[in-house]
């Protein structure tokens, strides 16, 4: 009958709306989960890998598990660390976040293979002494748990949102493992008071610089009568002295291992391309600047494409240095099975290098655009010229560092820098509101309403960075303990 038939469609399309309700909830709820699926299928792609090649025994084993945890923390690096090498041209709108991944996971992957290093120290730069645990099964063990130990506090800073060392989440998991195995007197307590003393120097050194190269722009470009004639002026000196300051940067940290350039030499070339390009700038911004509005935010357009190669620069530089962090100890545990040797320094095989360099990648694409999102826009607002003098910044403080003889943090500094860029904003702030007399509305509450750095994530970041080391290191020593325990 035409009536059970109109009810029969109308039940019908009841069940139907019941199904894509369901639907919409299962990909409403699925959908967090598809980057951990994707990093759990790589990882087990590695452990599957190397196994096909290394055969699994006894003794290859403890290799293919150290092989997945490499690949987990080379997930975890590329997913905190390179944050705070995107995040201020993000920020600063110089490029969309899906531009920055692909750049970063090309210059990333690049600088991994083509200047990673082939040498690591197995005690993670002197951090333990090698005959404190000069047993083979012993130093498998306390650098398998000072790898997983790492990998896994990286991964619950990532979680919280705070951008930390992964230099000392590893160094704290030698430490850690390096106690357990060996009492404290198995530790090298000098440096690790250097490590500690970097907490302060590397944010300090990244915030002061950073805050130095903007008030000399606002002085000498942004608060002039004609902006343009101003940027004319200054803009194609500070690009040279971006580009002087990468060249030898690169030379110093991204090079260093296939190329072996002091302190000195790098300084020159720096001083040779700076001139170089501050020449060639010259007319450039010339014609850049044509038909542009005598206002700030006309910089934007100058420093746009000088913002972009800072960034692809600073990941090439992180990818041939921090790569060491993911792989470092898998290479000591390499070494450690095949010789039954735990040498001061190893080399660091072909494929052990390719799977920190592709963790990296994969962990940036997956999971990178939320600490990229938090350092570009969620401690202080960025822009063009404030997110230059953040990357500036980042490489001069590193050269400084390294003519000091200071470890230093790449993570610290960045941050610094841009704790430096909002703390000088709300300095200048306060003193243009003090120096009107007629502003009405610069009571102290209001002040207060105008702070340009968000104090939870000040806080948040700076008790990450502090409790890194002695958490890496009790949790390392505490899975070091386990570890022991079964394999006895």
Request: charged fraction near 10%.
């Amino acid at each position: 009958m035409p009536g059970t038939d109109l009810k029969s469609w109308k039940t019908l399309n009841k069940d139907l709306a019941r199904f894509a309700s369901l639907e919409q909830a299962a990909a409403y709820v699925s959908r967090p989960l598809v980057a951990p699926g994707i990093a759990l299928a790589f990882m087990v792609l590695v452990g599957l890998t190397v196994a096909g090649f290394a055969g699994i025994t006894p003794a290859t084993a403890i290799v293919i598990a150290a092989a997945v945890v490499g690949a987990y923390m080379a997930l975890n690096i590329g997913a905190n660390d390179v944050a705070n090498n995107m995040g201020p041209a993000v920020g600063a709108r110089a490029m969309t976040i899906g531009s920055a991944l692909i750049i970063a996971a090309i210059c990333e992957t690049a600088g991994a293979l083509l200047a990673g290093g082939e040498v690591v120290s197995t005690i993670s730069r002197g951090i333990v002494a090698p005959e404190a645990v000069a047993q083979p099964g012993v130093f498998v063990w306390a650098m398998f748990s000072a790898l997983l130990a790492g990998a896994l506090w990286i991964n619950l800073a990532t979680w919280i949102g705070a951008p930390v060392s992964t230099t000392h989440a590893i160094v704290g998991g030698v430490m850690g493992a390096g106690i357990a195995a060996a009492g404290f007197g198995a530790v090298n307590w000098p440096t690790m008071g250097a490590i500690v003393a970097s907490w302060v120097i590397s944010p300090l050194l990244g915030g002061v610089i950073a805050a130095m190269f903007l008030a000399f722009i606002k002085t000498r470009i942004i608060y002039t009568p004609d902006i343009l004639h101003s940027a004319r002026r200054w803009v194609p000196l500070l690009i040279g002295i971006m580009a002087g300051t990468f060249a030898a940067y690169l030379a110093l940290k991204g090079l260093s291992k296939v190329w072996d350039v002091g302190l000195g030499l790098a300084l020159q070339i720096g001083l040779v391309v700076a001139v170089l390009t501050a020449l060639v700038m010259r007319p450039i911004i010339a014609r850049q600047s044509v038909g542009l509005e005598n206002r700030k935010k006309s910089l934007k357009e100058l420093f746009a494409i000088p913002l972009v190669l800072s960034a692809a620069l600073l990941s090439f530089a992180h990818g041939a240095n921090d790569v060491a962090n993911a792989v470092g100890p898998l290479a000591a545990i390499v070494h450690a099975v095949q010789d039954g040797t735990s040498g001061d320094q190893v080399q660091i095989p072909l494929w052990v290098m390719l799977i920190g360099a592709l963790g990296l990648s994969v962990g940036l694409l997956l999971f990178g655009p939320k600490l990229i999102n938090i350092v570009g826009n969620e401690i202080t607002r960025l822009n063009a010229v404030r997110a230059y003098c953040v990357a500036l910044s980042a490489a001069v403080t590193v050269i400084i560092a390294s003519w000091l003889g200071l470890p230093v943090s790449s993570t610290h500094i960045a941050i610094g820098g841009i704790f430096g860029v909002g703390f000088f904003r709300e300095w200048y702030h306060e003193k243009i509101i003090g120096e009107r007399r007629d502003d009405t509305e610069s009571s102290p509450e209001l002040r207060r309403r105008r702070k340009v750095v968000r104090r939870t994530h000040f806080t948040t970041i700076l008790a990450a960075w502090v409790i890194t080391v002695p958490a890496s290191a009790l949790l390392s020593a505490g899975l070091f303990l386990l570890f022991l325990r079964f394999w006895h």
